[in-house]
């Protein structure tokens, strides 16, 4: 099964002022990922506000972003929700449409509490979309399902025959090594934690998602080679960076708002978020955008 080996943006969901989607914005979204170097797109995730989305708003969205990325962008469709039937139906269009591949990760109501039925709710969505590969998004900040992953990749290796790897988004370096070496490497294990990089670089890993990918790559990109050539100084003074970027964004509600408005600095208006999110207010922006420049964000954020 291929693989990544790369890193995937999570991008933003663009939307009109009245909360319509926006898909107009999406080609030229697509263009400034390609133009930064990004992998790929990992369309209606956490970042994007999936989850405050009709399944035909995201099915509108997947066929815009396979239909933008020109064969250049890995599209990995997430299908994750509350609603199995149509989260069924999301991963099915996903393979029609022409998508690299789907993920999911675990409803956060109602959740799995025992491995078995995360197995039997990976292996459903796996199954609608046979010919794709299927990651399974580790975020129990989110939905606060904590299960093993590791049981449930031992599970994989006998009843999801498509099953890819992992989209992991938490703290724990232990289990994410062991399921590094699980079936002498099978399953990718894309890390998430942006914030994080440098951790892990150290543990071997060499592909990811991140929602800051959207505004500043270059900081992870430089980080990955400079590691290469052992030059650690280099790479903490980067990651301090992305550390003071990432402080930036909890002070304005997380990168799923703050982040979001963003994106209107960097020439793309991606507009408001999806109640009961609420917005960067204007007087937020100017304050975000000051903040911004105290750091020298915008001497090294993507154009």
């Known amino acids: 099964m291929n693989r990544i080996d790369g890193y995937i943006a999570a991008p933003f969901t663009p939307m009109l002022q009245n909360g319509d989607l926006n898909l107009d914005l999406i080609p030229e979204y697509a263009s400034y990922l390609i133009r930064n170097n990004l992998d790929g797109a990992f369309v209606c995730g956490s970042t994007g506000e999936g989850a405050l989305l009709n399944k035909e708003e995201r099915m509108a969205l997947t066929e815009k972003w396979i239909e933008a990325g020109k064969g250049e ?44 039925e995360l197995v039997s709710y990976c292996k459903a969505i796996a199954k609608a979309a046979p010919g794709l590969p299927f990651y399974y998004y580790h975020i129990p900040a989110l939905n ?49 934690l942006d914030e994080m990089f440098l951790d892990g670089l150290a543990y071997g890993n060499r592909s990811g998602v991140g929602g800051t990918y959207n ?72 304050m975000l955008e000051k903040d911004l420049e105290a750091i020298g964000f915008f001497d090294y954020c993507m154009h």
């Open 73 to 116: 962008l890995k599209i990995i469709v997430h299908t994750g929700g509350t609603n199995l039937r149509d989260q069924l139906s999301l991963a099915a269009h996903a393979e029609k449409a022409g998508a690299w591949a789907v993920a999911a990760m675990a409803p956060a109501f109602l959740p799995p509490t025992r491995n078995e």
């Open 144 to 192: 606060g399902v904590h299960l093993s992953v590791t049981d449930l990749l031992r599970a994989a290796q006998r009843e999801i025959p498509n099953f890819a790897g992992v989209k992991y988004t938490f703290l724990n370096m232990f289990e994410f090594e062991q399921c590094r070496h699980i079936a002498d490497g099978k399953y990718e294990m894309m890390w998430g």
């Open 215 to 286: 505004h500043c790559f270059s900081l992870y990109r430089d980080m990955s080679r400079a590691y290469e050539l052992k030059e650690m100084e280099r790479c903490r003074e980067l990651q301090h960076q992305s550390h003071l970027f990432c402080e930036i964004l909890g002070k304005y509600r997380g990168n799923i708002m703050g982040g979001k408005r963003i994106m209107k600095f960097l020439g793309m208006d991606c507009g408001p978020n999806r109640i009961p999110l609420q917005t960067i207010s204007d007087q937020e922006e100017i």
